[in-house]
T-cell receptor
Framework: DSGVTQTPKHLITATGQRVTLRCSPR?????VYWYQQSLDQGLQFLIQ???????AKGNILERFSAQQFPDLHSELNLSSLELGDSALYFC????????????FGPGTRLTVT | GIQVEQSPPDLILQEGANSTLRCNFS?????LQWFHQNPWGQLINLFY???GTKQNGRLSATTVATERYSLLYISSSQTTDSGVYFC????????????FGKGTKLSVIP
């Protein structure tokens, strides 16, 4: 158990819908990262937050957004869902915004039908 | 951005055999992590190894940062070692998000 929690574990929804994925980092970790794992693109970085502020953006679609709350949990919002958004979404956390070890949550498996 | 290549892409082993997985990266890094993704999809931290050698039970890892590669050794493999092994490094100078290789899929058969 990495100490990073993600909910829900599985999500099945229809095209055009909106979903919210939730992540709680390890106790004491200030930095949260979101990654997407799809069959064709592999594991890709989406976005990073550090202590409530957006720190870096990767290959994140405009239909996707995220935020980190004062209690440091983070939410990833996916809207206008398409079949191609079906993937495993991971959240990771690290102590600070630096080159420290990242610990990954169990992931949320999203299926868009 | 930085490129990460892993080899071999697939590996089938008899239980009890040893193996070496390789990770090459295209630029200097100050962080490297190895992960095991089990058949249920969970990403499990194996090593945080920017340089040098570390051991954890039957697994060990070596990173030679000056030559831009890392090796993961699995000895006396067990069926529970099956899954995909990923290495990951920071995406670039001043970046802390990780760039992953495509992984090595390991199948250990009884």
């Amino acid at each position: 158990d990495s100490g990073v929690t993600q909910t829900p574990k599985h999500l099945i929804t229809a095209t055009g819908q909106r979903v919210t994925l939730r992540c709680s980092p390890r106790s004491g970790d200030l930095s949260v990262y979101w990654y997407q794992q799809s069959l064709d693109q592999g594991l890709q970085f989406l976005i990073q937050y550090y202590n409530g502020e957006e720190r870096a953006k990767g290959n994140i679609l405009e239909r996707f957004s995220a935020q980190q709350f004062p209690d440091l949990h983070s939410e990833l919002n996916l809207s206008s869902l398409e079949l191609g958004d079906s993937a495993l979404y991971f959240c990771a956390s690290s102590v600070v915004d630096s080159s420290y070890e990242q610990y990954f949550g169990p992931g949320t498996r999203l299926t868009v039908t | 951005g930085i490129q990460v290549e892993q080899s071999p892409p697939d590996l089938i082993l008899q239980e009890g055999a040893n193996s070496t997985l390789r990770c090459n990266f295209s630029d200097s890094v100050n962080n490297l992590q190895w992960f095991h993704q089990n058949p249920w999809g969970q990403l499990i931290n194996l090593f945080y190894i920017p340089s040098g050698t570390k051991q954890n039970g039957r697994l060990s890892a070596t990173t030679v940062a000056t030559e831009r590669y890392s090796l993961l050794y699995i000895s006396s493999s067990q069926t529970t070692d099956s899954g995909v092994y990923f290495c990951a490094v920071p995406s670039g100078a001043g970046s802390y998000q990780l760039t992953f290789g495509k992984g090595t899929k390991l199948s250990v058969i009884p």
